[in-house]
């Protein structure tokens, strides 16, 4: 939902691709009969994906703009406008993008509608420029505009929300992204993309409103490729930062001084851990998953995944390190490089843990709230963080405005959160607002700019508003002894268990929605018709200063009497496989005394721990669902709620659900994804852990062949380094056991084929296990020094012999600490440059193989004047040598600085130095030395 500038605009949206305005008429707000803007066929409608995000124009009262942010629907992305497109199909569960689009809304007859023809896709005009989407969530959700009117996306990672994800899992749609052009293959990391300054997944973008492109001042931009996804990264390092807000009276007013204003974004966790991050500048990393919350992430780090986008191919985990300060490095460009801690994480259940970062000298601490040197407040624990309202109203007491309100998807509460710099945290006290459990299942939350009051939505569709002080509105209850029989049918209403707030008298209104109302508290009513009817009844109360309630409606049927359904398939008790996704036809046995008129509701509910994720309701008595493989992780709790609900023609319902629950012996036990890093004298084997819930997993490493056994029992000692004592296996040795995800096995022998086998124990029984192999690897080596000399202002170029590599693999160069008037192409290893001043310079090339070994030479570059110096100690006529790390040319102007100590009545007096290359040093006139041949 949002509001326009004044509030007197309420605008709507619906997952599935419709926008609704409300307007105020004084009194109320009068929804709209039609909706604003309808691309129902164009959003992929589906798990948590659809309609996700809206903001206005800053200037949409006199431009009327329009941004929007959602998914799309596979179908219409790759046949909109050829014979193949149907408006009716769709293709759910595919791999497809997000796409941002931006509408002009105009008034038409007195409504406010959408003038299509001015669509502009923004972001994701292609299948090749969206935000890859390659499961089914985590897609992030929120679009807004900086104060320096540049618009903000927040995106998720893209990944499985479901155990580790660094790509190729079976279970994602990786392969159809990568075969669409969706993602490149270097982006097949999961959730690591997170990290990648070339990807637009896990980030928040910064984009141009007129074009896309990203904005120049942005961190990472190229003027070049101002399209591509580094022009358009603003911070990165999130997990599904669905909700964010910006802080008011924070940034400039101006794109080109890179200060939108200050960020507020709750990112959903995992496993542990729910963030709250405030992003005040640009280039920020928040770290994940390479960290969860103030820390380490422990399934992610030790993955060892490397980033093949960066120089060298470094692992994700050492290109993002802890901080040793508060303060931010000076360079936005480099900031990406240390972890921007969240201002605030609070732990899953049952134990409530809050925390802020702090620092003890400069190692990263954390301290929880309400103890010395934190934020006052109570820990909290939740399971799904919802970033909520920036509270600048004044509706409010007066200690709320310009703070900041959180609340949490999963447990119901709402915290308030006062903010600002406080020794070495940003947060000065953590309030509770409303209970757990005062709302569970919010997805949104904006304040209205018309009254101050807080407005918030619940996932399956309500509305509510919180108001703070003055007089509430009463709440309407209504009840009836009997709703449906034969006609005349009699009814006794009661409606005075209606309760104010306040306790203020009330007065009652009935209507019977057959023309007749009654002012009773509990009216009697008799229906009448000579077929079957349905007939609203509804009662609203008003208190005695005019506040009134929201409509109780009871459904009165007469001539009629309720349907009975019951689902048959899936049959109760139905578990669905692991292994693949699970298509339902649905069915229900329904009775009714007319079936003709019948219509049909189903739902499918993920049920995900303490929340659900309700997909959109299917009509017809036999939709087709599909159920995808998710559950059986140790640290998870999955089903799915299927339900019907079944209406007659006179209006009255029935309703049945089943759970459905995962076959956790159809999930394989074997590990996935197993990789062999190749390292030095050493191997690190990483994988990922099975759905299923397990025991442990064995490794075993072995030279020269594989294995063909399996383990037997229990018994094993296991020892990573391949000298150790691990028990023997086959010829091998046992080097892991445990539930992780990774080990590194030392001290093995250089250019041998080594084979390395993870196995699994469920109970009593170890399965067959996945092998790789790998030979351990040798750093490359690297040619001698190199010594240049050159004349300023002359142009240099010079090509760095290549270095060699044992196994002769690929080699990245880089260079480290190159002057400022060199460069260094990668590529071809060509230094080139023209130096400007006499000087001497030195730095280092350094080669990196896959393995991330590395190899380096030192190169000295000397310009102009040789510049020698020595202070003299000891007996001062020993023989000295002298260099400048280059032999000297006969037009060189050598200065020779020599300090000695000259013992009282000595004289001393420079005589002939020997150079090598037989170059003589001799005495001229005024003591200068002269170069002789």
Request: charged share 15%; with cysteine.
């Amino acid at each position: 939902m949002s509001f326009s500038r004044t509030g007197n605009q309420f605008f709507v949206w619906e997952k599935k691709g419709l926008l609704w305005v409300s307007t105020w008429n004084g009194s109320s707000y009068v929804r709209q009969a039609t909706p604003v803007l309808d691309i129902q066929e164009e959003v992929g409608d589906w798990n948590d994906f659809g309609l996700h995000s809206i903001c206005f124009d800053p200037n949409y009262e006199t431009n009327g703009l329009i941004y929007l942010f959602y998914q799309v629907d596979l179908h219409y992305l790759l046949y909109y406008g050829t014979p193949q497109y149907s408006s009716t199909a769709n293709l759910y569960r595919h791999a497809t993008i997000s796409r941002v689009t931006r509408y002009h809304l105009q008034s038409s007859g007195g409504n406010l509608t959408t003038d299509y023809n001015s669509r502009q896709v923004l972001l994701g005009e292609s299948l090749t420029t969206g935000v890859p989407v390659t499961y089914e969530s985590h897609a992030g959700g929120t679009l807004l505009f900086g104060r320096d009117g540049t618009l903000l996306l927040a995106t998720g990672d893209g990944g499985h929300h479901e155990g580790v994800d660094v790509g190729n899992r079976s279970d994602t749609f990786f392969q159809e992204s990568l075969d669409y052009g969706m993602m490149r293959a270097n982006e097949n990391v999961g959730a690591m993309r997170s990290q990648m300054v070339n990807s637009m997944c896990g980030k928040i973008l910064r984009l141009d409103p007129a074009t896309g492109n990203g904005v120049a001042s942005n961190p990472f931009y190229d003027s070049a490729n101002p399209r591509s996804p580094q022009s358009r990264v603003w911070t990165l390092g999130l997990r599904n930062p669905y909700r964010m807000v910006l802080q008011d009276s924070t940034g400039s007013t101006i794109a080109s001084d890179g200060n939108p204003g200050t960020l507020l974004i709750a990112d959903v966790g995992w496993y542990k851990i729910e963030d709250f991050h405030i992003v005040d500048k640009a280039g920020l990393n928040c770290g994940w998953p390479v960290y969860e919350g103030l820390e380490p992430t422990i399934s992610y780090n030790g993955t060892n995944v490397p980033n093949l986008d960066e120089p060298g191919q470094p692992t994700f985990e050492s290109l993002c390190v802890q901080p040793t300060s508060f303060i931010d490095d000076s360079n936005p460009a480099l900031r990406r490089f240390t972890h921007s801690r969240p201002a605030l994480d609070y732990s899953h259940g049952p134990n409530a843990i809050t925390r802020v970062p702090a620092f003890n000298g400069t190692t990263p601490i954390t301290r929880i709230i309400g103890t010395t040197g934190a934020p006052a407040g109570t820990s909290f624990y939740g399971y799904c963080a919802i970033g909520g309202v920036y509270y600048t109203g004044n509706q409010f007491p007066a200690n709320y405005k310009n703070t900041y309100f959180l609340t949490d998807h999963s447990m119901g509460w709402i915290k308030n959160l006062e903010l600002h710099e406080e020794g070495d945290h940003k947060i000065h006290e953590v309030r509770d607002f409303a209970p757990y459990s005062f709302e569970t299942g919010i997805v949104d939350m904006k304040m209205n700019p018309r009254d101050g009051s807080i407005y918030y939505v619940q996932i399956l569709g309500t509305i509510s508003r919180i108001s703070y002080g003055g007089n509430q509105p009463p709440v309407a209850t209504a009840t009836s002894n009997v709703t449906y029989g034969p006609s005349p049918l009699n009814v006794q209403f009661t409606g005075s268990n209606s309760v104010d707030p306040e306790g203020l008298p009330l007065t009652y209104l009935w209507n019977f929605g057959d023309g007749t109302t009654s002012t009773v508290a509990n009216p009697t009513h008799v229906f009448s018709n000579t077929a079957v009817q349905k007939f609203t009844v509804s009662l609203t109360v008003t208190d005695n200063q005019g506040q009134q309630s929201i409509p109780k409606v009871i459904i009165i049927s007469v001539n009629n009497t309720p349907p009975a359904v019951q689902i048959t398939n899936p049959a109760p008790g139905t578990l669905y496989t692991m292994s693949q996704p699970t298509s339902y036809t649905v069915q229900a046995n329904v009775t009714d005394m007319d079936l003709s008129g019948l219509t049909y509701e189903w739902q499918v509910k993920l049920q995900h721990n303490n929340h659900t994720h309700p997909e959109p309701i299917l009509t017809g008595s036999s939709p087709v669902i599909t159920i995808s493989p998710v559950g059986c992780s140790p640290n998870e709790t999955y089903s799915y709620l299927l339900s019907v609900k079944v209406t007659d023609n006179g209006g009255l319902t029935a309703t049945h659900s089943i759970t459905l629950y995962p076959d956790c012996n159809s999930a394989s036990s074997l590990v996935t994804h197993v990789t062999a890093t190749r390292q030095l004298s050493a191997v690190q084997v990483s994988w990922i852990n099975p759905e299923l819930l397990f025991d442990e997993i064995l490794v075993a490493a072995k030279e020269g062949t594989g294995f063909t056994d399996l383990p037997n029992g229990t018994s094993y000692t296991a020892v990573a380094s391949f000298t150790g004592n691990g028990s023997p296996i086959e010829g091998g040795k046992v080097v892991y056991r445990g539930t992780g995800t990774s080990v590194t096995v030392t001290n093995l022998n250089p250019l041998v084929q080594y084979y390395f086998r993870v196995y699994t124990r469920v109970g009593n029984t170890w399965n067959g296990g996945v092998e790789v192999s790998a030979i351990p690897n040798l750093s490359p080596t690297a040619p001698g020094q190199i010594v240049q000399t050159i004349q300023p202002n002359q142009p240099f170029s010079y090509t760095v012999a290549a270095f060699t590599d044992p196994e002769s693999q690929t080699l990245a160069y880089s260079a480290i600490n190159l002057p400022a008037w060199l460069t260094f192409n990668e590529t071809t290893r060509v230094l080139s440059g023209t130096a400007t001043a006499a000087n001497t310079y030195v730095f280092t090339i350094v080669a990196t193989d896959p393995g991330s070994l590395t190899a380096s030479t030192t190169v000295t570059i000397n310009t102009g004047v040789c510049t020698m110096f020595t202070l003299k100690t000891g007996n001062w006529n020993d023989p000295t040598v002298w260099s400048c790390n280059r032999i000297p040319n006969s037009t060189d102007a050598v200065q020779l600085n020599h300090i000695v100590s000259i013992p009282n009545q000595f004289t001393a007096s420079a005589s002939k130095v020997t150079f090598s290359g037989g170059i003589k040093l001799l005495v001229g006139t005024n003591a200068k030395l002269k170069l002789s041949q």
